[in-house]
């Protein structure tokens, strides 16, 4: 497939089967992934490989996704990482400053657009992946399982491998509820949503498992009427990072 091919085609695989992917394979992905555009260059990203078979279980139960790391061909850990960027200054004598909202950001910014560089990769050779932000359900649990130093945390996982099946690809937002033309424009907004809930209320209904009825705004307005995750501004400060 073309490059445009492939990522018009992604779908989030949860059970593969089992065929476990060969390092020399994980290798040459992981380079592919490090071409990615990185702020400053600064490439403050790391990625933990789990072939343990206890820690890879572990890491099932503590991101709350056993069933897919049980057939994964490979499961990894992307870390935001400025350890290594410390260890950069006191070459030269320097404290870096670590603990900005802005290298939050910054690291956030650059394990995202690695790891979609690492996928597209992935899925160009046959491959399917997931994403799994479930890894920021018990950050300082997998911290110490992974023995990850101040000025790194994990900011998802991922799984990857041979999928059983291919999923439908998920219907996106119409280009116009998320292009805007030298100014930003809300009115927009109700009747493209109406559109767009249209569109999704048939794909749950029609797609090949896991049938329901729903949409995406009942979906959104259900997911964000509450705070997620509360305890991560304190443990990204358990890490060294204080949002000054």
Known sequence: MSVKE???SH???????????????????IETAQMAASSH????????????????QKLGELSKNEFQFKTAGASFLFC???????????????EIVADSAENVLVGVADVSIFAQNFVIAAEAEGYGICYIGGARNNPAEISELFDLPDYVFPLFAMTIGKPTKRNETKPRLPVG?????????????NELLDEYDSI???????????????????????????QKRPYMKEFLASKGFNWK
Not at 200 to 221: F, G, H, L, P
């Open 6 to 8: 492939v990522l018009r």
């Open 11 to 29: 779908s989030s695989v949860r059970k593969y089967t089992g065929e476990q992917i060969p390092k020399e394979t994980v290798i040459d992905l």
């Open 41 to 56: 260059f600064v490439q403050a990203y790391s990625v933990i490989w789990v072939t343990d078979e206890e820690k890879k």
């Open 80 to 94: 935001v990482d400025f350890k290594r960027l410390q260890m950069a200054g006191q070459k030269h004598g320097v």
């Open 177 to 189: 509820a998320i292009l805007h033309e030298n100014s930003y424009n809300t009115e927009k907004y």
């Open 200 to 226: 999704m209320e048939n794909y749950y209904a029609s797609r090949s498992s896991n049938q329901k009825m729903s949409n995406w705004t009942k979906q959104m307005a259900d997911y964000l009427i509450e």
